[in-house]
């Protein structure tokens, strides 16, 4: 059984067209016809056929000018050019336009279902050419070793597990720094979908004008500065995932369009009428409380529940015994060493930026060790500090509860980095390891002045 083809006949020999219209619907593939040049390129503008069969001598339009049209209103699609009168001349010329094939009639049905499989198969290679293209351009590869073992990530290890199989979509919620993109990274390689690379879109990092067209694609001339058509992370996505970080920054007016897409796989670009069908899987990552989110209407209910199908909630680093040490291994790498006080402090800290602020710790006292060897003095102020208080509450070293909110510890840290940087917001955000947007956010939700 071969896979269902969407097909156009282009041709005026009425009799002839039904007849191919009954052979190749009997075959399971979804077929239309018209009998009119201009109508053949009206409906591929509003309908992504994956072929076109054409007659070469239509009254009105002559097969170069009507293959020249079809090709700039459809890139994508392929044409097959079936002619009573087929000189070397046209097949030259239709080869040089573009054309998969140029054959005369009578042309056995079965001769002809297997062009039209071969030229799907080369739309299929283009498409994945290109959405490779776009994936090394746009996207940036992240690692990809989960590192764990406390309780809360072999919970973790084992949703996982579960989830990456299943074809639904998943919500992925955690603070900052947590690890989102990774089990994201995780949840695609253990699915059917890891063949093809994971597409990502950072909601936050866009400004919100250009997330509809990242998401969605534009066609050419569609807005000021679109001077190019491009197609949608959602089109690169086809096949595989697409990990929409942050989606609670998505703007609510794009929240309906995403909705639609999640629910029948449809999808217009911006500045295009015709409708396209993509088949992606969402994996959706937040630091905002989407359910608070919804109640204050920030965020649309339905969009939750249908992103909420999955839901993964990722602890953060304070509360996964064991793994600090763990981390430190890994990233200090061959040519540093901490020692045993620096490691203490390490242990002791709360970690509000979670293992990414772990990660920029250690890449900023490998800079300042000296003989590749970290010590305290190596190691940022605020852990430093709390290095100091654990020790002079706990001289006999027994284990301390951690004392004050983390939302506390979260505004400290932030205000700090912020004097540290003398206010530049750029620096402060490179230094937590957070987008700009989100800094201005926090700052606005801790009262900090800017
Ligand atoms: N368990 C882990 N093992 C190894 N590396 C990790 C782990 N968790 C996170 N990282 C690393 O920490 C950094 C931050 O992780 P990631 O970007 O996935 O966090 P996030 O939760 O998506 O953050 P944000 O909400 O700010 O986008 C990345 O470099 C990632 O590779």
Not at 67 to 82: A, G, K, Y
Not at 243 to 262: H, M, S, W, Y
């Amino acid at each position: 059984m071969t896979e269902p083809m969407e097909i156009l006949f282009v041709d005026d020999e009425v009799d002839f067209s039904e007849g191919c219209v009954r052979w190749f619907e009997k075959k399971g593939h979804r077929v239309s016809q018209t009998s009119s040049g201009q109508d053949g390129i009206d409906r591929c503008s509003v309908h992504d056929f994956d072929i076109v069969i054409l007659d070469w001598n239509l009254p009105g339009l002559c097969g170069i000018e009507l293959v020249q049209r079809m090709r700039e209103s459809n890139p994508d699609t392929e044409i097959i050019v079936l002619t009573g009168e087929g000189t070397i001349n046209n097949a030259v010329e239709s080869m040089r336009l573009g054309v998969f094939d140029f054959q005369t009639k009578p042309f056995p049905m079965g001769d002809l279902e297997r062009r039209c499989l071969a030229a799907v198969e080369r739309r299929k290679l283009k498409k994945e050419n290109t959405q490779l293209r776009e994936v090394i351009t746009r996207t940036k590869k992240p690692a990809t070793t989960i590192i764990g073992t406390s309780q809360p990530m072999r919970v973790l290890g084992r949703l996982i597990d579960r989830v990456a199989p299943r074809d639904n979509a998943v919500l992925i919620q955690g603070e900052s720094g947590t690890g989102k993109e990774l089990v994201a990274q995780a949840i695609h390689s253990g699915s059917s979908r890891s063949g093809r690379p994971l597409v990502t879109i950072n909601c936050a990092a866009l400004p919100e004008t250009l997330v509809e067209s990242e998401l969605f694609g534009h066609e050419k001339g569609s807005f000021t500065g679109a001077t190019q058509m491009q197609p949608g992370l959602f089109e690169v996505a086809d096949g595989s995932t697409l990990f929409i970080d942050e989606i609670g920054e998505l703007p609510l007016a794009l929240q309906p369009k995403l909705l639609r897409v999640l629910e029948d796989g449809s999808l217009r670009r911006i500045g295009s009428h015709k409708e396209r069908r993509v088949d992606v899987r969402i994996v959706a990552a937040t630091n905002r409380d989407l359910k608070t989110e919804v109640a204050e209407g920030r965020f649309r209910e339905d969009l939750y529940y249908r992103i909420n199908v999955m839901p993964i909630d990722l602890p953060p680093l304070r509360e996964r015994d064991g793994d600090v040490e763990l981390l430190v291994n890994h990233f200090l790498g061959k040519d540093h060493e901490m020692d045993e006080e620096a490691r203490q402090a390490m242990v002791a800290y709360s970690w509000p930026g979670n293992i990414r602020q772990l990660i920029n710790t250690l890449e900023r006292a490998q800079v300042l060790a000296d003989d590749g060897v970290i010590t305290i003095s190596d190691l940022p102020e605020e852990l430093r500090h709390e290095h100091t208080q654990t020790v002079a509450s706990h001289p006999t070293g027994v284990e301390l509860p951690k004392v004050g909110s983390l939302i506390a510890l979260e505004r400290e840290h932030i205000a700090e980095v912020l004097r540290r940087e003398n206010g530049n917001k750029s620096k402060a955000a490179r230094v937590l390891g957070i987008e700009r947007r989100k800094l201005y956010r926090m700052m606005k939700q801790h009262g900090i002045e800017g």
